[in-house]
């Protein structure tokens, strides 16, 4: 095979390559990726430094329960208030209800201004590796918290239980 041909099967490889990892990206690293918002990518790591040392601010201001930040591998937290920025993430969080790739565990609201759904992959199992919080107020602030680690339906109940005590939000579990 001539020098040429090889160049060339080569820039078709890559470029197929990086098409196929452009498609597999999640809805939750397209988000990230938006203009007007924060992203903050936290591994294991640090979560366990954290809170090791006492100085989980960043950390209390989730619904996460402390014990199942002990199962996280990492976390991604994703933030935006900007108008432009939450239309376009709440359009492409709707991959999120693609049963195909993940379950809703459940949605809750305390108005119809403010929407709370956890999401897990792979769906329709009892334990998942990826756990989506998505706290939607409605055209004001999105706020995206994706945990990665092995998780099961009694961290999600534990989430339910964090929120409910820190409001009086209506809960609507999906798995009763």
């Known amino acids: 095979m001539n020098d040429k041909l090889k160049l060339i099967l080569l ?3 890559l470029s197929f390559s990086s098409l196929v990892s452009a498609a597999q990206s999640s809805p939750v690293d397209k988000v990230a990726e938006l203009d007007d918002v924060y992203a903050q990518y936290i591994p294991a790591f640090m979560i366990k430094g ?9 950390l209390k201001a989730t619904p996460i329960p402390s014990g199942m ?5 990492s976390m991604q937290f994703i933030m935006t208030s900007k108008k432009k920025a939450v ?10 209800d693609n049963p195909r790739n993940y379950s809703v565990l459940f949605r809750s609201s305390s108005n119809k201004e403010e929407k709370i ?7 329709n199992s009892e334990t998942f ?18 945990l990665l680690g092995e998780f099961s339906m009694e961290d ?21």
């Open 69 to 73: 930040l002990r199962k996280v591998t």
């Open 117 to 123: 759904a956890i999401y897990a992959s792979p769906a």
């Open 50 to 58: 954290l809170t090791n040392m006492g100085s989980m601010e960043i």
């Open 129 to 146: 590796n990826e756990a989506i919080l998505v706290i939607n107020e409605h055209d004001r602030q999105i706020i995206v918290i994706q």
């Open 156 to 176: 999600v109940r534990d989430i339910e239980d964090e929120l409910r005590d820190e409001s009086s939000t209506t809960v609507t579990p999906l798995d009763e």
């Open 87 to 96: 239309k376009k993430a709440q359009k492409i969080l709707k991959d999120l």
């Open 11 to 13: 820039a078709v490889i």
